[in-house]
């Protein structure tokens, strides 16, 4: 790219989330990789990553550890990110303060080297573990919820009008 700022394109599409570098690595192939391989020793995995990256891009195998926090240290307040100084969320079902707290989808075990992956948050969903029949009377009383706040706001827009209406007609008789 130009060291010209002038030379820069003005706008940048924001679709291509997931690719970088033009295009020519789409990192979601990784993580998928990586979740496969949770349990593993970690010098095994990337040495395996590091053969499938292009030799064109291996000045950039870094990016690998934008995914992997690889070296961390065990404290008594929990995983220590070297990198970053910040504790790593081991536990999502807890909130945590980001100031001193990072979260990571993976990490190398210090103590055995394995590929650890973290759970995810649990779930929100009200809907979570209903069956058929809840379900059905949720989304009904969902949608009659909805119905409700539009004739409601149907009926706040037509007081409304009709305010403008009145006032509109008072004023013009003042006249």
């Known amino acids: 790219m130009s060291e010209d700022m002038d030379e820069w394109p003005q706008k940048e599409s924001m ?8 295009g020519k690595v789409h990192y979601g192939l990784l993580v998928r990789f990586l979740r496969t391989r949770v349990g593993e020793n970690w010098d095994q995995i990337y ?3 590091r053969e499938r990256i292009p ?6 195998q870094q990016w690998v550890e934008w995914f992997v926090v690889v070296k961390v240290e065990r404290r008594p307040e929990g995983l220590l990110d070297l990198r970053h100084q910040k504790y790593l969320i081991t536990d999502t079902s807890q909130e945590h303060e980001f100031s001193t707290y ?27 573990g209903m069956d058929a029949a809840e379900l059905r009377a949720y989304r009904k009383e969902e949608e009659q919820e909805r119905l409700g706040y539009l004739r409601s706001k149907k009926e706040a827009e037509q007081r409304s009008q009709e305010w403008v209406e009145f006032t509109l007609k008072k004023h013009n008789e003042k006249d």
Do not use: I, M, W
């Open 15 to 22: 679709k291509g989330g997931k690719q970088f570098y033009n």
């Open 47 to 49: 040495h395996e990553v």
């Open 55 to 60: 030799s064109d891009l291996l000045q950039h």
């Open 102 to 128: 990072r979260y990571s989808e993976f990490y190398v075990d210090p103590d055995t080297n394995l590929l650890v992956r973290v759970a995810d948050r649990p779930s929100q969903r009200a809907t979570k």
